[in-house]
């Protein structure tokens, strides 16, 4: 079993509707969570850096974390076709510590 | 002015033979990685640089080597390669004030015949 688990997904929506992403681990010594997007033959860009427990907003995008389930989410509203990308979560024990990716979920956000 | 760069963005090559990766960045980050994504899109680290310093080294086959001439670039040189050498290779650099946040390279897409 994989320390970080992701659906691969494609989890396609229609533009306008909200996507729910995932993830969930099994390392209680995580501290740090990220969300990646990664376009078709691009290199991941990060989205959202959250520390610890708790939520985090940055205009349409809000992740989510909770430790004591070790699942941490990622939601995009009001999504465009521009949002269709694979999203991977990562996090790290400690900041500046190597991070540890899930294996992504493509998202396709229909016109 | 890309940020980071990597060449080249494609290479096919024949089993048992020897390729270079090459990658540079002009952020001024200290810290540099090698980063491997299979086709299920899971990345796995490699290697990591600090200051031209190996400081991560994954369990990865001695057939792979890196080598950091300065804090700028980081080579990635394959030797024998083997069909499971196949993947596309990322290099990625932070600094010790970004918390791990990574910046990727494009990514080399390496196929083995």
């Known amino acids: 079993q994989k320390e970080v688990e992701q659906d691969p997904g494609p989890l396609s929506v229609p533009e306008g509707a909200i996507v729910s992403l995932n993830c969930t681990y099994s390392?209680?010594?995580?501290?740090?969570f990220m969300w990646y997007r990664q376009y078709s033959r691009k290199g991941p860009e990060l989205l959202m850096y959250t520390y610890s427990s708790g939520n985090k907003e940055d205009g349409r995008f809000t992740a989510q974390v909770d430790k004591s389930s070790k699942y941490i989410s990622l939601f995009i509203r009001d999504s465009q076709p521009s949002d269709s990308a694979t999203y991977l979560c990562?996090?790290?024990?400690?900041?500046?510590?190597?991070?540890?990716f899930g294996g992504g979920t493509r998202v396709l956000v229909k016109p | 002015d890309t940020a980071v760069s990597q060449t080249p963005k494609y290479l096919v090559t024949q089993m048992g033979n020897d390729k270079s990766i090459k990658c540079e960045q002009n952020?001024?980050?200290?810290?540099m990685y090698w980063y491997k994504q299979d086709s299920k899109k899971f990345l796995k680290i490699m290697f990591s640089?600090?200051?031209?310093?190996?400081?991560i080294n994954e369990t990865v086959p001695n057939r792979f080597s890196p080598k950091s001439p300065d804090k700028a670039h980081l080579n990635l040189h394959i030797n024998s390669l083997e069909l499971g050498d196949s993947a596309v290779y990322f290099c990625?650099?932070?600094?010790?004030?970004?918390?791990?946040?990574?910046?990727f390279g494009e990514g080399s897409r390496l196929t083995v015949l």
């Open positions: 640089y600090n200051n031209k310093e190996l400081i």
């Open positions: 990562a996090m790290s024990k400690a900041a500046g510590n190597k991070l540890t």
């Open positions: 990625a650099s932070t600094a010790t004030s970004l918390n791990g946040e990574l910046f």
């Open positions: 390392n209680s010594a995580f501290q740090y």
């Open positions: 952020l001024g980050h200290d810290t």
